[in-house]
């Protein structure tokens, strides 16, 4: 990808109660080549950003493992040590075996090239272990789950919504998106449906169809099953995410916020649940 626009992040979510942390390390290069690297940190009720020195930052693909400045991601766990505002937050956090899926979310699609965007999800589920202190306070994180996905490419979508939320029985993912595609493009969609140990793969390349989607939420089909996530209670706060390389676009994403979810297989509800700490992401104008 010598001299095009690209960026690469990930995403890991850590929460326990009512508490959550989330972390966005990222390298991105943009039109006229400018090279730089990030790290963005969500919490229920704040977000940053900050630019990172490329000197600092380095990926190790196999084993995975990102340094971001003095932070350290893998599946293992990562250890914090950042600024977030003004104030220091330091920490590490030990991860439990991660719930891998069952191949590549994307699908073939993963084999398209020129795609805008590509979708990884690392860890459907997964323990967490630890606590990060902001200031001098500690924020416990002992017996909470986590949750670890990817993103490349050069841009994200120009219209998408996501969402993600832990289960007491596992964890569910939702993505719908614009997909600029041979010149034309259509409406795509991944997730899953990851509950006591089996994975529901919901994909736009196994049949799915999406019945509707906007700033509100998504219901899609696929065969007997149906899937609806609906915004309850936003609690949005500002990131920034990718245009063309260059992290100029400004999204809006509620990292805890209240979102319903119900699964339906032949129309016999499977599950039926709000979740008060639920991710929801929309950039989907009203139509």
Known sequence: MAGQPFFEGWYFKHQQGDRTAAFIPAHHRDGDGVYTASLQIITESRAEYMEIPLREFHIRRRPFRVRCGASVFSPAGCRIDCLFGRERLTGTLRYGPWAVPRGDIMGPFRFVPGMQCRHSVLSMAHSVEGTLTLAGQALDFRKGTGYAEGDRGTSFPSRY???????????????????????????????????????????????????????????????????????????????????????????????????????????????????????????????
């Open 161 to 287: 919504l996501w969402t993600h939320a832990a289960l007491p029985e596992g964890s569910v993912m939702l993505s719908v998106a614009d997909v600029p595609f041979c010149g034309t493009g259509f409406t795509g969609c991944v997730g899953f449906v990851w509950m006591n140990g089996r994975e529901l793969r919901l994909a736009t390349y196994r049949g799915l169809r999406v019945l509707r989607a906007g700033p509100a939420g998504a219901a899609v089909r696929q065969g007997g099953w149906e899937l609806t996530a609906e915004l309850l209670a936003a609690r949005p706060l500002e990131l920034r995410a990718p245009r063309r390389g260059e992290m100029g676009r400004t999204i809006r994403e509620s990292a805890a916020c209240r979102v319903r979810y119900r699964l339906l297989r032949r129309g016999e509800c499977v599950l039926d649940r709000v979740c008060e700490q639920a991710g929801f992401e929309a950039d989907w104008p009203e139509t």
